[in-house]
């Protein structure tokens, strides 16, 4: 019997597959698919304090193995979450979730992060710092250290819940804002967010999202993120959730090797929905492979 | 909704780059005419969403027209195996159509329309078929919709087969009342219909969507109910929930 756990920030999961913020809505589409306790957990799509319609449409371009989407955070607000969705969810997810919380300003993340806070089926709260998609003030926390660390530490001082700063590649230096979030009390560290990126329609000349750029995520991104992944984790001392276009065992490995401590299955979840559970039975067997007899012996193996 | 692998029984071009795919598969994911299937196809990242045009047990026909390199690519595949999500999306009420309906297809908007009537004649409804293409070249179905015998009129935009001009052309040459209407087509033949016909309709709308399951939000639009999903709480709306 192989084991697959791992332990982020003393959270015990049962395999270190994630389905990934944004790819998973509330879990109540894919219940439909699969029995999702199977899971190590999963990550909520991304909510903020006021209920969001989000960007116009198209939100979404293909591209070659991958998909630019420009949701613009839809979710119906921190409230609707609290008192509705969590409940039903209550009802086909049996595990810790990682909820997911996005914002405009600091004061937006501590109300989302209090009122998750006394939610006992949140087992982490993940911070997004860093969804390219909106455009609002032109501040983003996520490409300045201070300006992470600042969210951070008013996070860490409403919640007791671990806290993870999601952080985003479009950055000049990755490492220098996870220490910043490191030195300003995070838990940890989901890395990484989308990278931005566009397509234009050929024929009439203009991009085909509506609002020009968008999040590029799927299988091409993998190298970049596992290279940011080994970069980070040769950085700072907290447990990192790798994320980037992970959509098989292998790449679990793979990115559990440059230093991750869980991952996070996004984009490939829309086009296989059945991809985290496919992952899940073929760890064992790939582990016995290897001769891995403990998954989590392997984080940061390449290290 | 269910991922079923298909077989490829035949695929045709029956009109200017149209293609009828037949598939034999379990269709017991799919409940209702109007709904669409998500398939994938090799080399790309995203599954196709494409509308049922007609199923029974076991045999699944969709209509698509080749529009890009995906739909390319399928138009190629003559057997195989096709990994698709069927039973995608709400599909059209039969109830709220009432005895006699008004069916209105526009070019790739036709097909769910075949599936569709089939189910209203099966079930006693005396529907009415109003189907608009650009040229004659365009034209398919037209047949098999009489097979059914109900009444079909072609609108093309050039005159060359039918009623000369749109389908709201088209309409105007029927001196009859409609219990209501039900239409697929493109957006300004949704809104032509919407705002010439005064009875109720069901309208199924198009979107670029990724998941075609409701959870990444890529397709959502706003109405008078709220904000919808196209793939899931659509491609079927309310004529009195849309938003223009």
Redesign the interface.
């Known amino acids: 019997m192989k084991d697959l756990s791992v332990i982020l920030s003393g959270l015990k999961l049962d395999n270190p597959v994630i389905p990934a913020s ?4 509330y879990g ?3 219940k ?2 699969y029995d999702i306790n199977i899971l190590g957990s999963f990550s909520f ?1 991304g909510t903020t304090q006021e209920p969001r ?2 960007n116009p ?11 630019i ?1 420009s ?1 613009g955070l ?1 979710n119906p607000g921190i409230e609707a979450v609290v008192s509705e969705i969590l409940p039903k969810m209550a009802t086909y997810f049996k595990k810790p979730v990682i909820a997911n919380i996005g914002g405009f300003s600091v004061a937006e993340f501590v109300c989302c992060a209090e009122m998750l806070d006394s939610s006992p089926q949140v087992g982490i709260i993940e911070v997004n710092i860093s969804c390219p998609n909106l455009h609002k003030g032109g501040r983003n926390f996520a490409s300045d250290p201070l300006a992470a660390a600042e969210v951070t530490a008013a996070v860490k001082k409403v919640t007791d819940k671990p806290v993870y700063i999601k952080l985003s590649p479009n950055v000049t230096s990755i490492t220098e804002i996870a220490k910043a979030c490191e030195d300003a009390g995070a838990d940890g560290i989901s890395m990484i967010n989308t990278l931005v990126g566009m397509r234009i329609d050929i024929k009439t000349r203009k991009p ?1 999202i509506a609002n020009k750029m968008g999040g590029f995520s ?2 091409a991104i993998f190298p970049v993120a596992l290279r940011m992944v080994y970069e980070v984790a040769g950085t700072v001392n907290i447990p990192i959730i790798g994320i980037g276009g992970i959509a098989t065992a292998r790449d679990v490995i793979e990115m559990m090797m440059a230093g991750a401590t869980a991952v996070q299955v996004g ?1 490939e ?6 991809v985290c559970k496919d992952i899940i039975e073929e760890l064992p067997k790939l582990m016995e492979e290897l001769k891995i007899e403990k998954l989590s012996d392997i984080i940061g193996a390449a290290l | 909704m269910k991922q079923v692998f298909f077989e490829i029984a035949s695929n045709i071009l029956i009109a200017d780059k149209v293609y009828e795919l037949k598939l034999s598969g379990d269709t017991s994911g799919i409940t209702a005419p109007g709904q669409f299937v998500n398939i994938m196809i090799g080399g790309f990242f995203l599954r196709r969403p494409i509308s049922v045009c007609d199923w029974d047990d076991g045999s699944l026909k969709i209509i698509y027209k080749v529009v890009g390199e995906g739909t390319e690519a399928l138009s190629k595949m003559e057997n195989g195996r096709l990994d698709i999500l069927v039973g995608l999306g709400n599909g059209y009420n039969l109830t709220e159509c009432g005895k006699t309906p008004l069916l209105v297809g526009g070019g790739a908007g036709v097909p769910p329309m075949y599936g569709l009537c089939k189910k209203l004649v099966e079930a006693e409804a005396l529907p009415t078929v109003v189907i608009g293409f650009n040229k004659a070249v365009d034209v398919f179905y037209k047949a098999e919709f009489e097979e059914l015998g109900v009444q079909t009129i072609i609108a093309t935009a050039d005159g060359s087969i039918g009623v000369k001009g749109f389908v709201t052309d088209a309409i105007k040459t029927l001196d009859r009342e409609f219990s209501s209407y039900c239409a697929c087509g493109p957006e300004p033949m949704l809104k032509a219909l919407s705002d010439t016909l005064t009875i109720k309709g069901q309208l199924s709308f198009e979107e670029r969507m990724a998941c075609g399951f409701g959870a990444c939000m890529g397709c959502s639009c706003k109405t008078r109910y709220g904000s919808k999903r196209i793939c899931r709480d659509g491609p079927v709306l309310r004529s009195d929930e849309v938003i223009w």
């Open positions: 944004g790819t998973f809505g109540a589409e894919f439909n698919f799509k319609f989000g449409t198209p939100r979404i371009a293909e591209c070659e193995s991958g998909m989407n949701i839809q085909i799927g299988r984009a979840n829309l086009r296989n929905p059945y």
